[in-house]
């Protein structure tokens, strides 16, 4: 979490750094600043909150250096007030830092033995301690920060100011995502959390890896290891546009997040899909041998992911044991990482991240792998640290998902699981070709049934301010639709902070019927498939005793409807693909709700995007 940039170049690095943060303010937004260059000395300036409390306050402020670095934090260590807030200044040094200290406690009891005057409550500013201590001794920025980077335990990405060199940053990291941006031509460089906030200036990045430093001066740049052995690296030229990260006219980046999903959906089947033969072709995915010599050694596959992407994780133990007859297991990525999980000789260990960077889900696959797994990575952000760490690789394609709530990347991974279902499926002899191209089908008219749903929005919002009046909310749903319960309401903890649960519709006599009264709403996601009457059956039972039922069902479900406040119609649709279409009145729903409250939908209240902490 937290956004950082760093920017040496002939622009306003005011202008520049804002600007970068805007586009970062995604992976936090508790408090914001700047440090930058001016008349040779760092003018630092920080604010409470959103980032436009920090935009206003620099408004008026000039600078004349060439250098800065700019930070909006997700607080960790200390609340968000300004004194916690970056870049942390000591003396001559600067620094945004991103990630945790773990040895922080040992740290300051040093800094302050040896007469340091700590000023924020967070472990970021004992770093900017420690390197000013050695550029007292060194004056080399470098030496500097790699004394210091031998002292530090955790996970950390750190951009170094030092207001005697106005010409130079020093960056590191180990853990959370650092990346260079160079543009030789205009001779600016920049060191970022993510792309999108370089991308309106280069398309030429380098990814840092662990416990690599950065040099970067004006008269070019340098990598090294962290005992300062020179590194060659890589530029990568990314096609991406900034353009993908505007709102295009939304109201909000996750209402247009929700809107791309028919095109998201398409996209992530596209690769993988061969429209003559139908037939589904997962060879592109990177694995050294052929994809379905790989599948067939297979005896268990493992998923393991966090937040929405673990309920992706869950509708794809459905699809994949049903289809393919073979067990799929299913962990929360910080769970997964201490419980020391048995992983059995060929087990496909999966990952589901849409960031590529959640650190539980990055310490499980190092795990996995270490453990002698197969990995493959489901992710959105090509490069990422999971997708980088994968053998093999499968991309949502749903295009830069900015609001904090995931909502294209959950459906067009659920489309992602269908193929990998029905590619080990094949794989393992029990899908003949007829089956294999009737699932292709199913997939292929996902994206205009999305379009569909799309088209009702109108009720989904009607239904959301009606919504408002329950005091909570029970999530229902069987089979595949349990996992979408599970996701709908997630939806409105995060968006409307309203307390809602998901839960298996048949587990309802087991407890959650005692909640039940005239306040609390039962929402239920039942689109025709094997398991419709049971669902029904469980609904009577919460009616009877005086529950008030909103239902998503396929088109006229009239024993649905008849007992149902509101009833929500989605197109008729198979099982296995179900999920992807009944999934989107509840992002809907959520999103109305909270947007009439008068939340912030894009970046609700304590959360961040990327999650780089565990
Ligand atoms: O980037 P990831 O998919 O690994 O992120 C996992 C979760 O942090 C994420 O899905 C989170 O639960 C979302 N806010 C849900 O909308």
């Known amino acids: 979490m937290c956004g950082i940039v760093g920017y040496l170049g002939p622009q306003d690095p005011k202008k520049v750094i804002i600007e970068g943060l805007k586009k970062l303010e995604y992976r936090g937004y508790d408090s914001a600043g700047i440090a930058v260059l001016h008349d040779g ?241 997962l060879n592109n995915v990177g694995f050294e041998n052929p994809v379905e010599e790989v599948l067939k050694k297979i005896e268990r596959v493992m998923f393991v992911a966090c937040g929405t992407s673990f309920y992706a994780a869950n509708v794809a133990k459905y699809l994949i044991e049903q289809l393919a007859r073979i067990p799929v297991d299913i962990d929360i990525a910080s769970e997964f990482r201490y419980r020391k999980p048995m992983i059995p000789a060929n087990t496909l260990l999966v990952t589901v991240s849409q960031s590529g960077e959640t650190a539980d889900t990055l310490a499980a696959i190092r795990m996995a792998k270490e453990k002698g797994a197969l990995t493959l990575s489901i992710t959105n952000v090509m490069r990422s640290s999971i997708d980088r760490e994968a053998h093999g690789h499968l991309y949502m394609n749903s295009g830069v998902e900015v609001g904090v709530a995931s909502t294209k990347a959950f459906t067009s991974t659920l489309a992602l699981v269908n193929l990998l279902a029905v590619q080990i499926a094949k794989a393992r002899g029990v899908l003949n070709k007829d089956a294999e191209q009737t699932c292709v089908k199913n997939l292929l008219a996902v994206p205009s049934q999305l379009e569909m749903v799309l088209a009702f929005d109108k009720y989904f919002s009607e239904a959301a301010k009606k919504l408002k009046e329950f005091k909570g909310f029970l999530y229902l749903g069987r089979g595949v639709s349990y996992p979408i319960a599970l996701e709908g309401a997630l939806k409105l903890k995060e968006l409307a902070y309203m307390h809602a649960e998901g839960y298996a519709a048949g587990e309802m006599k087991h407890g959650p019927l005692a909640l039940i009264d005239s306040k609390m709403a039962i929402v239920v996601v039942a689109p025709t498939d094997e398991l419709i009457d049971k669902t029904i059956s469980n609904l009577q039972e919460a009616k009877a005793r005086g529950g008030k039922i909103i239902s998503i069902g396929s088109g006229e479900n009239l024993a649905l409807k008849s007992m149902s406040e509101y009833y929500l119609s989605i197109p008729e649709a198979n099982w296995m693909t179900n999920p992807i279409i009944s999934v989107v009145p509840l992002q809907l729903m959520a999103y109305h709700m909270a947007d009439s409250l008068g939340f912030d939908v894009d970046q609700p209240r304590n959360l961040a995007k990327s999650v780089t902490v565990e």
């Open 41 to 281: 000395k760092t003018k630092r300036i920080r604010a409470e909150g959103k980032l436009k409390q920090l935009e206003d306050k620099v408004l008026n402020e000039n600078f004349n250096g060439n250098l800065g670095i700019g930070h909006t934090r997700w607080a960790t260590h200390g609340p968000a007030v300004e004194k916690n807030a970056h870049p942390h200044q000591v003396g001559e040094i600067s620094i945004v830092h991103n990630g945790i200290i773990e040895n922080y406690l040992e740290i300051k009891k040093e800094l302050i033995e040896r007469g340091a005057h700590i000023s924020s409550d967070t472990d970021s500013e004992l770093v900017a301690h420690l390197i000013n201590e050695e550029i007292q001794v060194t004056k080399d920025l470098l030496l500097a920060v790699q004394k210091t980077l031998s002292k530090l335990i955790g996970a950390f990405s750190v951009v170094v100011l030092w207001e005697k060199s106005p010409n130079e940053l020093v960056a590191f990291k180990d853990g959370p995502p650092l990346i260079v941006g160079i543009n030789e031509k205009s001779s600016e460089y920049f060191v970022v959390s993510d792309v999108q906030a370089a991308l309106n200036y280069t398309k030429n990045f380098v990814y840092l890896e662990d416990r690599e430093i950065v040099h970067i001066k004006k008269e070019g740049i340098k990598y090294y290891s962290a005992l300062g052995a020179p590194l060659k690296k890589q530029v990568i030229t990314l096609d991406w546009t900034s353009s993908q990260v505007e709102k295009m006219g939304f109201k909000h980046y996750m209402l247009k997040e929700i809107y791309e999903q028919p095109h998201a959906v398409a996209s992530a089947l596209q690769p993988h899909i061969n429209m003559q033969t139908l037939e589904v072709n």
